[in-house]
């Protein structure tokens, strides 16, 4: 079974400073995605981030950044110069192909960013 | 463009009512399409998903169910609502990896 744990229920962080979310996995899969997805409280779910497994290169999408360790199946995510608009909850989720790309979700961790 | 539609946007049923929440995606063809639930507090739990007519996926047993008459839209069912099944439940497509999810559902069992 694939499982995804976010240790951190809650976090804060200042406004213009840098946060890290903490995302571990556990799949027998070789060939798979990992992605952080953002619901703020609109409820919308926004795709943050995704990473390939068969990448090494760290995924970066401007302020957004991932730490991806394959071997210690790890995925955090790092906030640079954090503002206002990211307060939200961030789910890191894992997907394969057998599975038709079904997101498997961790339960989240709810970040606020404080003026 | 893409455009994903889930209606109703909330709905209030009482406990042993039918269940219909409808999903449609606009300017695609053949997407795979998921249903997940978000209880109060928690994560999103994968219900369904298909990845084309005809062909459902249950990932959780429960008494709801799933269908895909066409091939832009989802419908989740039940025929008698749960307590439990109360929560926020979200449509999503996708053409190849990443997904991209509707507006979702309030629903309220009493």
């Known amino acids: 079974a694939q499982t995804v744990t976010q240790s951190q229920p809650e976090m804060s962080v200042q406004e213009a400073e840098t946060v890290t979310l903490s995302c571990t996995y556990d799949t027998s899969e070789n060939n798979y995605y990992l992605f952080w997805y953002k619901q703020p409280p609109s409820r919308q779910m926004i795709l943050v981030i995704r990473q390939e497994a068969y990448k090494q290169q760290n995924a970066t999408e401007n302020r957004f950044s991932v730490n991806f360790q394959k071997a210690a199946k790890s995925f955090s995510l790092k906030i640079s110069d954090s503002q206002l608009g990211d307060t939200a909850m961030y789910f890191c989720?894992?997907?394969?192909?057998?599975?038709?790309?079904?997101?498997?979700f961790g339960k989240g961790t709810s970040l606020l960013v404080t003026p | 463009s893409q455009t994903i539609h889930q209606w109703p946007a909330t709905l209030v049923q009482p406990v042993g009512s039918p269940l219909s929440l409808e999903c449609t995606v606009e300017?695609?063809?053949?997407?795979?399409l998921y249903w997940y639930r978000q209880a109060a507090g928690r994560g999103l739990q994968l219900l369904f998903y298909?990845?084309?007519?005809?062909?459902i996926s249950s990932e959780v047993p429960q008494n709801l169910s799933a269908s895909r008459p066409q091939d832009r839209q989802f419908i989740l069912s039940s025929k008698k609502l749960l307590l439990s099944d109360s929560g926020f439940y979200l449509c999503a497509w996708s053409a190849s990896v990443e997904q991209y999810f509707g507006p979702g559902t309030r629903l309220t069992v009493t």
């Open positions: 298909s990845v084309g007519i005809g062909q």
């Open positions: 300017g695609t063809s053949n997407p795979n």
């Open positions: 989720a894992f997907a394969y192909s057998n599975s038709g790309y079904a997101l498997n």
